[in-house]
């Protein structure tokens, strides 16, 4: 049973930082397939940024490119979206998605997580 949990939102002013972390615990390989998703309300969910875990694929969304930053720390099998020069729309609440390979943008996520809050204010 996979089981994925995010955390670190809160509340930031404009051009601030925050960091979210994701565990994705029960994959039976040590690669996989991480994606970090964002949904405001009266919006549809966007997704934010992807990376596998083998290291062979990374995706960015146009919308914060050179803003936000996705990695994997192996010691303690944590994918964290570092979010940098925070602005107003990106308010949302964030989810970590996670799934077995292959990894792409075309895929669909098997596991989520329950969301953890992004609040910019200007």
């Known amino acids: 049973q996979v089981h994925v949990v995010e955390s670190g939102g809160g509340s930031v002013q404009a051009g601030g930082s925050l960091r979210l972390s994701c565990t994705a615990s029960?994959?039976?390989?040590?690669?996989?397939?991480v994606g970090w998703f964002r949904q405001a309300p009266g919006k549809e969910r966007e997704d934010v940024a992807g990376i596998s875990t083998g290291g062979d694929w990374v995706f960015y969304a146009q919308s914060v490119s050179g803003r936000f930053r996705i990695s994997r720390e192996k010691s303690n099998n944590t994918i964290y979206l570092q979010m940098d020069s925070l602005k107003p729309e990106d308010t949302a609440m964030y989810y970590c998605?996670?799934?077995?390979?292959?990894?792409?943008?075309?895929?669909?996520?098997?596991?989520w997580g329950q969301g953890t809050q992004v609040t910019v204010s200007s």
């Open positions: 998605a996670a799934k077995n390979p292959p990894c792409g943008r075309r895929f669909q996520y098997d596991y």
């Open positions: 029960g994959f039976t390989s040590s690669t996989y397939c």
